[in-house]
């Protein structure tokens, strides 16, 4: 993965961030590469109410895992309510935006890509 990709999708920077565990960047064997899908960042990050995404694109597909809390989340012209013990699967290929809707929100994320990445079902998130 280049660097200019890592910076787009490095989140610890971003407002609202209070905690993170966890979180880090993957080197996929070639095979894994070549063949299905395989994890390329993944992280653990307990947000406040100021936390929010908003991107138009971004090369991957990801898993949001809320352990604690609420996102709202904004894509393919829907709002979608991903409260505890709840995940969301999104293809960020497409605009997309996700914030806390709660004072305290604990989630877990994965970006993942791969050739059969989008036989995942991501076109409809419901």
């Known amino acids: 993965m280049d660097q200019e990709t890592r910076e787009r999708i490095r989140i610890n920077n971003e407002k609202g961030i209070i905690r993170e565990s966890g979180g880090g960047f993957h080197s996929p064997l070639e095979s894994a590469v070549r063949h ?8 653990r990050y307990e947000c406040n109410r ?10 991957f597909y990801s898993v949001i895992y ?3 809390g609420q996102l709202e989340v904004e894509y ?3 709002i979608l309510q991903v409260r505890q013990n709840e995940a969301v699967l999104l293809d960020f290929h497409k605009p997309h935006a996700y914030r806390a809707v709660s004072d305290r929100v604990d989630k ?4 993942f890509k791969g050739n059969e990445s989008a036989a995942w079902g991501v076109d409809n998130p419901e």
């Open 76 to 78: 393919e012209g829907k």
């Open 50 to 59: 100021i936390y929010s995404v908003r991107r138009e694109h971004l090369d």
């Open 66 to 68: 809320v352990l604690e």
């Open 108 to 111: 877990w994320e994965m970006l």
């Open 36 to 43: 299905m899908f395989y994890t390329a960042w993944s992280g």
